[in-house]
């Protein structure tokens, strides 16, 4: 995010911020195969409200997107950006009411506050990988975008 969105946002200066905020990269994601973990939602929303904040005068519009593993990271990951749009701070542990619906939605043991996550265990080579294809993706987007914006290149 740093390294490419912020200075994006800086170089583009643009009036307001669209942004799909899908969670498919969370690592329990059966389609993505990649290794993000509950805490980087919290940091991703702030992110984005500060560079809308700073940038468009909070102009932000989020849309909802991908993640296929309602019992571990979209629920919480969507209220989490709700909670950051109006300016709110949700408290921990979880409401017991939010706990409740997941256990009848198929949930076997929900997550007791809004940002627990047993991380995947490392494995050298697919790691590795994750962090090549991610390298690349950014690479590919400097290309791409660094005729307009030079600075990027």
């Known amino acids: 995010m740093a390294e490419f969105v912020v200075p994006l946002v800086e170089a583009f200066g643009p009036q307001a911020i669209v942004t799909q905020c899908g969670v498919d990269h969370h690592h329990a994601d ?38 296929y593993n309602p019992c571990v990271a979209p629920p919480r990951a969507w209220a989490l950006l709700a909670h950051r749009m109006v300016g709110n701070t949700p408290a921990d542990p979880l409401p017991e009411r939010w706990r409740e619906i997941a256990r009848r939605l198929g949930c076997d043991e929900p997550a007791r506050t809004w940002t627990e996550d047993t991380a995947p265990a490392a494995e050298p080579e697919r790691d590795r990988q994750a962090a090549i294809h991610a390298g690349e993706a950014i690479t590919r987007s400097r290309l791409c975008l660094s005729p307009f914006w030079p600075e990027l290149g």
Do not use: F, S
């Open 30 to 67: 059966p389609l993505a195969h990649m290794l993000t973990t509950m805490d980087l939602y919290p940091e991703l929303w702030a992110t984005l409200g500060t560079l809308a904040d700073e940038y468009c005068d909070g102009r932000w519009v989020a849309l909802g997107g991908g993640g």
